[in-house]
Structures are given as C-alpha cells and as structure tokens.
C-alpha cells in the first residue's frame, strides 16, 4: 500500500512559481561547450569508391589530401591496412575531435578471404582500450577512441549485394553503428538507385543484419519525426561527393560534379542523398550514434569479456524482492541443500556398506577354503590310522615296504643254501 501511496504521489505537479530547473538544458549545453566533443568515425570500401572525398565532403575541409594512383609496377599492399587521422574542428565556437578511420585495400585484393579481420580486431582494440581506461584507479580523463559509426561503400552495380558485403556486415553488425552506402550514385538513374535501394534491403533482411536507423522518441514535434521517418526512407544513402566548387548555368557555385550533360550538385537533395546523411550522421544524431555504441554494442562486447575472464555479477544485487517471497526462496534453497547432502551421505554409506560385505565374503570364502583344506587333511590322517589300525590287528606288516624287504631276505638266504 506504500508503494501505491508513493506511485501516486509521483504525479506531474504544477508549480506556482519559478523555481530555476528548467536552465538544466543550458548548463548542459555550457558544459559540453566548454568540454567540446569527440567522433570516430570509420570507412570502408574498395579503393576507389570515393571515400576519401566524401569524408572531405562531410566536414566540408581537407581532412585528405589528393590520393595519387600507383603505377602498373608499384607494390601494392597484401593484407588491409588501418589508417587513422585526426583533426579539431571548431564551428560557432563549437570544437569537434574527429578521429577518421580507413581501411585501404579491402576488397582489392583476389583472395578477400578474412579481408574483414583487421577491421574487426581495430574495433575491438578500441574496446578493450576504453575498459583498461575504466579499470583504472584514477578515472577523471577518459579518451574514447571507439569507433561511433562505419560508413560502408558499396559498388553501384544495380543488381545486390555481394558475398563479400554480406559477410562483413553479418561480421560488424554486433560491434559498430553499419551505416550503408550507394557510392557514386550518380552512375545510376533514379529508378535504377530505387530498385538497387529495395534489393540491399532486402539482403540485409534476409541475413538479419542490424543497421542503424534514427530513433524515434515519444515526445518529438512533428516536424521532427516526420525529418526522422524521411531520413529512414533514404537509407541506403545514394550519395555523391565532391569537394570542389563548380559553376551552374544559372550563375550559382556550388559542390558538385560537371558532366557534358549538366551538373551534380552534391547539396541539392533532388540529385543525391548527401545532406540526408550530413544530418544523421552530424546535424541530429550523431550523439544517438555515440549513445548507443556505448550503451548497447560496448556493453554487450564488456559483459563478454568479462564473462570470458570469469567475472560474474549477481543479478540480484539492487533488486526489489518481498520478504516473504525471499524467505521462502531461502527456505526451498536450504531444503534441497539438505535433501541433497542426504542424498550423498546416503551414496556414501551404501558404498561403505557394499565394500564392507566384500571384505567380509571374501574373508568368509577364504575360511571356508581354509576350513575345508584342514577337513581334507584330517580325514587322509584318520584314514591312514585307521589302515594302520586293521594292519596291526591282522598280523599283517605295517607297510608294503617291510613286508617286500622281508621277502627279498629270505630269497637271498635260500639261495645261499642251494649254492652251498
């Protein structure tokens, strides 16, 4: 009943006056302000696909220089390589830490047989760094170096996905925010990018392959949920980078792409699906994006490890129970302790019981065995009496042995007296 009372003394109140809790938002927004924020984010795709562009493109600055392409003859690398660059971006006295992550030569390569490895062991590394920062005595500084969304490329071939982009999804989905898309979209029309759109959908679903989506909170205006439902749709983005400034027709310079039959402007959403990813990924959800790494793939990656190194946690701890429901509980728990220490003193001394009547029939056997020689033995003497007895009253030699010896005697003397 107390319980109820206080349930319904938690109702919403009206309050008659000012009282100051509702500047909590902005002593949050001073803080993070006065902090600054930190993101990593990864890209992955085959050389070539434009991802170093797009990154320029995003953060609109030259985050990476010009690549150049390797002559015919060069060495190429034989195994994924990871590369990480950082820079501080400051917009509106906002300072930004953007920590980029690529992976030069996935998919390059004839044999991409565990292409993904590298990738997967860099996350984990991140991993395991932040949980040696927080096992740590002193933790007032925490760097988070984990890998807060990956940009995945794939080749706008039109058809579906490939076994390769399957399988590093199905590899990643469970440590990182997948955030996939159409590179170079503007090699496709747009019924083509619509059809090439529901087959990628469709494999991701078919191989239960988790993505992320904006979330969608309950107290949200409108306009907001119908941007968030809007930036569902798109996904996976058809996107076109460029970083370089163009002139229209009509007198405008903008980021885009000139072709012999008009322009593609990067920014302008009737042609590509950049500023729908601009806006998840930094305008509205990029702190969705690091909540949710950190809440649900971080910890799901944390309580394996330690399970792994034989921590468990008792689950009961903090947790609401009825006395009487515990009571009982204990009680059931001490009883089927009793019954089973019953059980085993029972176990033990039925094998007591059972070798002691071994060792007892074996004994009896060997007295028996024993009784029954000494019986044997008893009766040959009682025979041999016996004999002896009929011989003695018979007048007959006790032995056979006497008796031929006598006789021998007596042949040799008898025939001394025929010789003499």
């Keep these: 009943m107390a319980s109820n009372g206080a349930a ?11 009282v100051g809790f509702a500047n909590l938002p902005n002593q949050v927004h001073r803080k993070s302000v006065r902090k600054g924020f930190t993101f990593t984010c990864m890209v992955v795709g085959e050389s070539g696909l434009g991802k170093s562009t797009l990154i320029n493109t995003l953060f609109n600055t030259r985050l990476y220089a010009r690549k150049e392409v390797p002559p015919p003859h060069a060495e190429r690398p034989k195994t994924v390589a990871i590369e990480s660059i950082s820079a501080d971006i400051e917009e509106n ?21 565990d292409s993904w490895k590298p990738i997967v062991d860099n996350i984990e590394s991140r991993f395991d760094a932040y949980l040696e920062q927080e096992n740590r005595v002193n933790r007032a500084k925490l760097l988070d170096n984990r890998v807060h969304a990956c940009i995945y490329f794939i080749q706008p071939t039109g058809h579906s996905l490939r076994p390769i982009d399957i399988e590093f999804m199905r590899r990643l989905h469970q440590k990182v925010n997948l955030i996939p898309v159409i590179a170079k979209s503007d090699t496709l029309t747009d019924d083509e ?51 370089q400034e163009i002139d229209t027709a009509d007198g405008r310079r903008v980021r885009g792409r000139a072709y012999p039959w008009g322009v593609i402007e990067v920014d302008n959403e009737a042609h590509c ?12 959800h990029m702190e969705e994006l690091k909540e949710h790494t950190h809440d649900a793939l971080y910890e799901k990656y944390r309580s394996e490890k330690l399970v792994a190194m034989g921590v468990t946690q008792d689950q009961s701890v903090f947790k609401e129970v009825n006395p009487a429901a515990k009571m009982a509980e204990d009680r059931a728990l001490h009883e089927a302790k009793l019954a089973k220490m ?23 056997e060997e007295l028996y065995a024993r009784h029954r020689e000494m019986r044997d033995a008893l009766e040959k003497q009682r025979m041999e009496l016996e004999d002896k007895k009929r011989r003695l ?28």
């Design 8 to 18: 319904a003394g938690a109702a919403r109140k009206k309050l008659n006056g000012y």
């Design 393 to 420: 009253e018979s007048g007959r030699p006790l032995t056979p042995e006497k008796q031929n010896q006598s006789y021998q005697q007596a042949t040799k003397k008898k025939g001394g007296f025929l010789r003499n």
């Design 342 to 364: 019953e059980n085993e003193m029972k176990l033990v001394f039925q094998q007591k019981v059972a070798e002691k009547e071994a060792k007892l029939k074996q004994s009896e």
């Design 93 to 113: 006295g906002v300072r930004l830490k953007l920590t980029v992550v690529d992976t030069p030569g996935f998919g390059d390569f004839i044999n991409n047989d």
């Design 273 to 284: 699906d950049f500023v729908k990813l601009r806006q998840m990924l930094i305008r509205s």
């Design 193 to 243: 990018i619509l059809s090439f759109k529901q087959r990628v959908l469709n494999d991701i679903a078919h191989h239960r392959i988790e993505i992320f989506h904006a979330p969608v909170y309950d107290n949200e205006d409108e306009e907001t949920i119908a941007e968030n439902e809007e930036i569902i749709r798109k996904i996976p983005f058809a996107v076109v980078g460029s970083d």
